[in-house]
């Protein structure tokens, strides 16, 4: 029989303390990893297109968190699908605090309606950063200098008026949805790939209606070509001066927006509650607050179990609202 000296003794003490040791550091390397977070870029993915909303109030964020965590934000956008495509990136995305999603009212609306990639529950909520009125806009040839005056433009010619949006499902399509239905009128909707198409081809004429948010307006306010006919919120707002709101010539319409960011499911709490520290640090920066309002952004903050909750409201609120204006993806 084979006996084990002392020395074998030690020596079989000494590996079970080395595995042990292994072992221990394996378990804890996630919470060490959180605790570093983070220690190289972090990318920030748009469902958008440049020159959208979200994408100028990622380009605006994203300056001063990269201050904030030390380590540059890249934003990269991938449009389409109404975000769709955003969404399965980020699903497929390591849940380690490296790609974050900056998903909008947009967003939510086409993972809604498609009944995938449900932001609630699909995702870790982080946190609300911004929400935003959109604005009601013509091309100026189109003989309305109000909404009331659009109202009856449009009764007169009936199917003939194209209205333009980010893509079927968007906020931009059930903007203009919503107005038509609960206006009694009837428009035939062109989905472009991004806000910034929809409003080069209604400088152009080509369509007649387009419904964008004001932070991706907001270069174009003055351009002759257009014409602001009324802004989405319930009242007159700061963040659209002098616009008045839709609902005084159609009553009861309201329409807002907004902006949050969510990171893949599984992510570790530690990261999570950095991030939503970090977001609401820099949207309440001074500088940023400023920057964000003057491109028609109200800056915003909530925690993540607030944020989840506030998803889930939305979305039964977004069903009832396409229900009604009979909006669906064939």
Wanted: aromatic content about 6%; overall charge positive; some cysteine.
């Amino acid at each position: 029989m084979l006996r084990v000296n002392g020395m074998g003794r030690a020596l079989r003490a000494a590996m079970t303390a080395a595995t042990a040791a292994v072992a221990a550091w394996v378990v804890s390397a996630p919470v060490w990893a959180a605790d570093q977070y983070p220690v190289r870029p972090v990318r920030m993915i748009l469902g958008s297109a440049a020159g959208s909303g979200s994408d100028v109030v990622a380009r605006v964020i994203s300056a001063k968190l990269s201050q904030h965590l030390g380590h540059q934000v890249v934003v990269d956008n991938r449009p389409g699908a109404s975000g769709l495509i955003a969404a399965e990136i980020v699903t497929k995305a390591t849940p380690d605090g490296y790609t974050i999603w900056l998903p909008t009212l947009t967003q939510h609306l086409g993972t809604t309606l498609r009944n995938k990639f449900i932001l609630q529950n699909e995702f870790e909520p982080v946190g609300l950063v911004a929400t935003t009125p959109f604005l009601l806009v013509t091309n100026s040839s189109v003989p309305a200098k109000n909404t009331a005056e659009f109202i009856a433009y449009a009764k007169k010619n009936p199917g003939k008026l194209l209205h333009g949006s980010s893509g079927t499902a968007g906020s931009l399509h059930i903007c203009v949805e919503v107005f038509q239905n609960m206006a009694g009128l009837k428009m035939v909707h062109v989905p472009y790939k991004g806000s910034a198409a929809a409003i080069t081809d209604l400088i152009a004429g080509t369509i007649q209606l387009a419904c964008p948010p004001v932070a991706a307006m907001a270069p174009f306010m003055k351009h002759e070509k257009l014409r602001v006919l009324g802004v989405t919120s319930k009242d007159a707002t700061p963040l659209a001066p002098g616009q008045p709101p839709i609902s005084q010539a159609v009553p009861g319409y309201a329409f807002p927006g907004w902006y949050g960011v969510v990171v893949p499911l599984k992510t570790p709490k530690a990261i999570v509650d950095r991030l939503n520290r970090e977001f609401t640090r820099t949207v309440n920066d001074p500088e940023t607050r400023d920057r964000l309002i003057k491109v028609g952004v109200e800056p915003a903050a909530n925690s993540p179990a607030e944020f989840r909750a506030f998803l889930v409201s939305e979305s039964l609120r977004m069903k009832k609202v396409m229900k009604e204006a009979g909006v669906s993806v064939k």
